[in-house]
């Protein structure tokens, strides 16, 4: 309320309710004072067949509208409708942004091959991990580097939702992003296609197909690939133990043959088999060392190597498939595990088109009209079967197998060395399922919410980081009372970096220089310090 009329020496004053602005249509342009009330102005509405919107609306600012009628009126980089498409030698940065391309054609090749490489040894450390995971693991190492893991891929999620975030905080983002999974930071593949899309530009009779056709089916078809690679490398691996495994067998099952010593020695055999006294007769053949002064040394040592090739010989586990597939299943899970997330993001975008001066266009690309022409091929051989092979495959397939193994899996070896990377560490085995739902509900805001603007996603997703904040109170899912606090320490830096950015839209960049930078060096902080 405001003091609509001031009291009097014969009248109380009056007061009326303020007016609430409808921030859909309307931003306050001028704020309520105890004897005024606020002024509520509509939007400036864009028309985006002539115009782009260069300064979103907030709730205390209009939106900006600048023509874009000819090419020569998009900044460098950009081109197309709402000048949002990046030229050739430039690739996506975020959701609308384009960044220079640090190198094209063959340099941009040989980034991406080291990108691959490091991604590979990145799912490796994750593969060796899972593999080594058991049932008395009292640092939990594997699960918290799934939570450090999970973390970083939300926050590289939450970056894509428009809030204008400073330069530094979308530093911060690209580095999670990169660090937890398959990033355009680090296979830059619009970069590679930099020269065919410059001749293909040049040529005018051919239509140039779009680039997020090429680089998402790549993402998408990347994973099978590199499990194929896996299942190689351990066939290979297979192979070449069996035939180390052969070797060192019959090394230890015949001593005499492989040695070149001279000595008679008996050593006490563990099995107790032998006639007299449970021991062991060996004779080593070697003239040279017959009349050697240090026989008897020499004969201590034979002992000790035979007692050595004894164990040996008891230890021996003949390497079967059994293992091999077990490693097979391990690198199998942790690459849809962590590429979840990505794969989502990836195929919803095929699917998410805007609508535009009476026409629907591809989100990712506005030069690509929705439902027409390669689109309905991409969207609907391509897009829709991954979207659920992946979002929806992956989460349904995991719960599967654990429900049916849901009765062994803390007391069944060959259950925890195949699907122990799941669910170890939870007391709740599901509870992984739940975190795979928690990564797909943000790209379905990132990316199904945005046309409903910005205040509706970051409240959704405000929601949702506080839904499984008090979910993970009530259910305390983790077995270690160290890696709950980490889960609620995540929740709560995602929750506070959501919260945080959500005043970047809703403040003046220039009047508010110094307290957007004082919230940029905040969530740069938390996110450090977690």
């Not at 009248?11 to 309710?17: F, I, L, N, T």
């Not at 023509?67 to 975020?94: I, K, M, N, Q, V």
């Not at 991604?119 to 009292?138: E, Y």
């Not at 999620?157 to 979308?170: C, G, M, V, Y």
Request: charged residues 20%.
């Amino acid at each position: 309320q405001y003091v609509s009329s001031a009291s009097t020496e014969t009248s109380d004053q009056q007061v009326a309710m303020l007016t609430t602005c409808d921030f859909s249509t309307h931003y306050e342009s001028t704020a309520p004072t105890a004897t005024s009330d606020r002024v509520c102005s509509p939007l400036t509405v864009c028309d985006y067949s002539k115009q782009y919107e260069s300064v979103l609306a907030g709730s205390h600012n209009d939106r900006t509208c600048t023509a874009h009628s000819t090419p020569e009126s998009c900044g460098d980089g950009y081109e197309g409708r709402l000048c949002h498409r990046c030229s050739p030698g430039f690739s996506r940065s975020g959701t609308d942004k384009c960044r220079t391309c640090y190198a094209v054609g063959v340099g941009a090749t040989a980034i991406a091959a080291v990108g691959i490489v490091a991604v590979i040894l990145a799912f490796a450390a994750f593969i060796w991990q899972a593999m080594n995971m058991s049932a008395n693991d009292k640092t939990s190492a594997g699960l918290t580097l799934k939570i450090a893991a999970a973390h970083m891929q939300v926050m590289a999620i939450a970056s894509n939702l428009p809030f204008r975030w400073p330069p530094a905080t979308e530093a911060m983002f690209r580095i999670m992003d990169a660090a937890s999974s398959v990033s355009e930071d680090v296979i830059a593949l619009e970069c590679m296609f930099a020269e065919s899309r410059f001749e293909a530009q040049q040529d005018a009779s051919e239509p140039q197909e779009s680039v997020v056709f090429t680089t998402t089916s790549l993402i998408l078809v990347g994973p099978i690939l590199l499990l194929v690679l896996f299942v190689a490398f351990w066939v290979l691996v297979h192979f070449v133990q069996v035939r180390k495994g052969g070797r060192r067998a019959a090394w230890v099952q015949n001593p005499v043959e492989h040695s070149t010593e001279s000595h008679s020695v008996s050593v006490p055999s563990d099995r107790g088999d032998d006639a007299e006294g449970g021991a062991m007769h060996i004779e080593f053949e070697n003239p040279s060392l017959a009349n050697s002064d240090d026989q008897r040394d020499d004969g201590d040592r034979a002992k000790r190597r035979m007692r050595r090739r004894m164990s040996l010989r008891s230890n021996i586990v003949p390497l079967t498939w059994k293992r091999t597939r077990e490693r097979i299943i391990v690198s199998c899970i942790v690459v849809a595990v962590l590429m979840h997330p990505t794969l989502t993001r990836r195929a919803v975008q095929l699917l998410t088109c805007d609508e535009l001066d009476g026409g629907a266009y591809l989100r990712s690309d506005l030069e690509v009209t929705c439902w027409e022409g390669a689109h309905v091929f991409w969207a609907l051989f391509v897009g829709l079967p991954f979207l659920i092979i992946y979002a929806c495959g992956i989460p349904l397939v995991s719960w599967y197998v654990l429900f049916k193994r849901r009765h062994k899996l803390a007391e069944d070896d060959a259950t925890i060395k195949r699907f122990g990377f799941l669910y170890m560490g939870y007391k709740r085995w599901w509870w992984e399922i739940v975190v795979m739902s928690r990564k797909v509900s943000m790209v379905v805001i990132d990316v199904v919410l945005a046309p409903s603007g910005v205040a509706v996603q970051s409240n959704v997703a405000l929601l949702l980081l506080v839904c499984m904040l008090v979910a993970t109170i009530v259910w305390k899912p983790f077995e270690k009372r160290h890696l709950g606090k980490l889960e609620m320490f995540s929740l709560t830096t995602s929750s506070g970096t959501l919260w945080l950015g959500t005043f970047f839209w809703s403040t003046d960049s220039e009047k508010d220089a110094t307290f957007q930078t004082i919230v940029s060096f905040t969530i740069v902080f938390i996110n450090v310090v977690f």
